[in-house]
């Protein structure tokens, strides 16, 4: 068990240009999580998938957010026309919903995207 | 809609101190809650969690009892350790079934000296 990846750990990129990140989660976890955190505050939800499914979007995820799970196993999270706002660490994290409903997240260390 | 509520911080100790931190939430039905831990330059680590009323999630010395009637989950520890300098999150997710989206308080930044 390796854990959760995200890469790249780091991004700088300008205002306008596309960015995408990827997340490996732990092998057979089924639910796949991404998060966005800001400096001082608490991760905040985007989006989640079970295996290939996207089954919720956060209305803070933009229609310049587009998050896939093809084969439902990695994730990538693209972000079209980046703005400086965008700028945040993202998070990734999965966990294995088994037949008792409950789940526990695992994170990954994170994707810290700048946008100049 | 949820909400977690941590005490401002940041809050600094000196080494063997008892630590509390408080945590309270807003939620419908019956949530998960949790304590995350985030140590200088790492990834988000789950410290503890209790999943009912009266459970007590304990892990690495540190305790946190789900308490429904004052909707709170406090985390503590009897005496801490420099290594236990970090960034503290509490969180919750809706009832078992639901979609399990963590909802994170704001965090607080412990700072242990020797």
């Known amino acids: 068990d390796t854990g959760v990846s995200q890469n790249p750990r780091h991004k700088i990129t300008k205002r306008g240009q596309n960015v995408t990140f990827r997340c490996d989660p732990i092998?057979?976890?089924?639910?796949l999580y991404w998060y966005r955190q800001t400096l001082g505050q608490g991760p905040e939800f985007l989006t989640y998938?079970?295996?290939?499914?996207?089954?919720?979007k956060s209305r803070l995820l933009s229609d310049r957010f587009s998050a896939e799970r093809p084969k439902g196993s990695f994730s990538t999270l693209e972000i079209q026309r980046t703005e400086q706002g965008d700028s945040a660490m993202y998070l990734c994290?999965?966990?294995?919903?088994?037949?008792?409903?409950?789940?526990?997240?695992?994170f990954g260390p994170g994707t810290r995207l700048t946008v100049l | 809609g949820d909400s977690v509520t941590q005490m401002e911080g940041p809050v600094t100790l000196s080494e063997e101190a008892f630590l509390t931190i408080n945590c309270t939430y807003t939620?419908?039905?019956?949530?998960?809650l949790f304590w995350y831990v985030q140590y200088p330059g790492e990834g988000l680590q789950l410290l503890l969690k209790?999943?009912?009323?009266?459970d007590k999630g304990s892990n690495k010395g540190f305790e946190a009892t789900y308490r429904k009637e004052t909707t709170s989950f406090h985390l503590e520890k009897g005496s801490v350790q420099v290594s236990d300098s970090a960034v503290y999150f509490c969180?919750?997710?809706?009832?078992?079934?639901?979609?399990?989206?963590?909802?994170f308080g704001k965090g607080i930044t412990l700072s242990v000296r020797p």
């Open positions: 994290a999965s966990s294995f919903l088994g037949t008792e409903g409950s789940d526990t997240q695992y």
């Open positions: 092998s057979e976890h089924n639910r």
């Open positions: 998938f079970q295996n290939e499914a996207q089954l919720e």
């Open positions: 939620a419908t039905g019956y949530p998960s």
């Open positions: 209790a999943t009912k009323a009266d």
């Open positions: 969180a919750l997710t809706p009832w078992a079934g639901a979609n399990s989206k963590l909802t």
